[in-house]
């Protein structure tokens, strides 16, 4: 990958590039809708990436390269403003680009970029997040700029909130930014703390995208965030607003004659679904991956029943995987109505296996889903 990319750079810019980086994408572990309330939340960063590489010009233009279409965009480093429309990709590094600078990256001359990637793109893997990072490491090396992950990460979410305009949490670049292979990052929502738990090398991940997507998903995020903040407050009351993340299931039983069903059972659910994160996190430092599976069935049924963020294509996909001996646990991952299923499988689960669980739904649904799979990988660096 690397060789092409420094092929299609001297083919493009006639020149060598200074600096390579690379960040994965990620996949949901567990904790579902449990970011916005303060929570707790697991992602994997896995083995597929985007690799870009630069090198610095002589004059103050900003040139972007994509290695599929060969098209050049070509900026001013001093008017960093979103591109629109088909140029609209270039936003994500430019973004990086403007947040690193407002940081203080000195830089007196601009760049040239390209990038590279094994990984599909607006699958739910967040190839995005996967390009600020990478781009985040190697702007800032070009430029010798010294920044830590953290930063980095804080950068990439920047970038997509601000100057994409894409209103995600950390979990993404996060995991980007803090996986490692073998390991989950866990994340602390509240305090944006970072850390890993190992999990076997043995383990994979299969994906299954239904493809399908609630008409009225932004209004039904909306809906359950709203539910989730009312819930909060009617917790808090007497004192400091406080969110979710602060209550146990006795301080929610308490309140529960003054919250509405629907209210009870969001709060129920992002409650337990902490819970549960921080349970796999003491079963994987005891390497029981048959408990952590569990727990992910558990959270797919919190996600059907008490969440309601499920549907009936991703309970199915959920159900068909239960039957298989080598699946340790399925769940939907991701913000949900639609969407994609995630199994954490042991090694002999096979293509042949995943074909199965495909030509079922589609007697069904009467289409297949979309498989993807891999293995866990590292964080963002240098390469
Ligand atoms: P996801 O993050 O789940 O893949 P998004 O819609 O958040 O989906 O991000 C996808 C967008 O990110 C693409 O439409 C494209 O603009 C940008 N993108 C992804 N990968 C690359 C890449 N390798 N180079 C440039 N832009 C990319
Ligand atoms: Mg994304």
Redesign the pocket.
């Known amino acids: 990958m690397k060789e092409t990319l420094e092929k299609s750079f001297k083919e493009i810019y006639g020149r060598s590039p200074e600096v390579f980086a690379q960040a994965p994408g990620r996949i949901e572990f567990i904790g579902n809708h449990t970011d916005y309330n303060g929570g707790y939340v697991m992602g994997a960063a896995i083995d597929k990436v985007?690799m870009c590489a630069a090198a610095k010009r002589a004059d103050k233009k900003l040139r972007f390269a994509s290695i599929k279409t060969g098209e050049i965009v070509e900026l001013d480093m001093d008017d960093l403003t979103p591109r629109k429309r088909e140029q609209?990709?270039v936003n994500?590094p430019l973004g990086v680009f403007k947040y690193l600078r407002e940081a203080g990256l000195k830089a007196e001359v601009g760049f040239d970029f390209l990038?590279i990637?094994s990984?599909p793109?607006?699958?739910?893997?967040?190839?995005?997040?996967a390009?600020e990072l990478s781009s985040a490491f190697a702007l800032s090396a070009l430029y010798g700029f010294e920044a830590d992950l953290k930063t980095k990460v804080r950068i990439g979410k920047k970038s997509e909130n601000l100057f994409v305009g894409?209103p995600c949490g950390i979990l993404d670049q996060g995991v980007s930014g803090f996986g490692k292979k073998d390991a989950l990052v866990f994340i602390d929502c509240k305090t944006e703390d970072f850390s890993n738990f190992p999990l076997p090398g043995k383990c994979r991940f299969w994906l299954f995208n239904s493809t399908k997507k609630h008409a009225l998903v932004d209004g039904l995020y909306a809906d359950r965030h709203n539910e989730c903040m009312r819930a909060a407050k009617v917790l808090s009351e007497g004192g400091e607003d406080r969110l979710l993340r602060e209550f146990s299931l006795d301080d929610l039983e308490a309140v529960k004659g003054k919250l509405t069903d629907v209210e009870y059972r969001r709060a129920r659910h992002v409650i337990e679904e902490n819970a549960r994160v921080l349970k796999a996190e003491e079963l994987l430092l005891k390497g029981d991956i048959e408990g952590v599976g569990k727990l992910l069935y558990a959270s797919h049924n919190s996600s059907r029943t008490l969440f309601e963020n499920s549907c009936e294509e991703l309970d199915f996909l959920v159900d068909t995987l239960k039957g298989f001996k080598n699946v340790y646990g399925a769940r939907l991952s991701g913000g949900g109505f639609g969407g994609a299923v995630m199994a954490l499988t042991d090694e002999t689960f096979s293509e042949e296996d995943a074909r199965k669980v495909a030509k079922t739904y589609a007697e069904k649904f009467g289409q297949e889903p979309k498989i993807f799979t891999c293995a866990t990988g590292d964080g963002a660096k240098l390469c």
């Open positions: 985007v609209n990709w994500y990038d990637s990984l793109a607006g699958a739910g893997l967040s190839s995005s997040a390009i894409m």
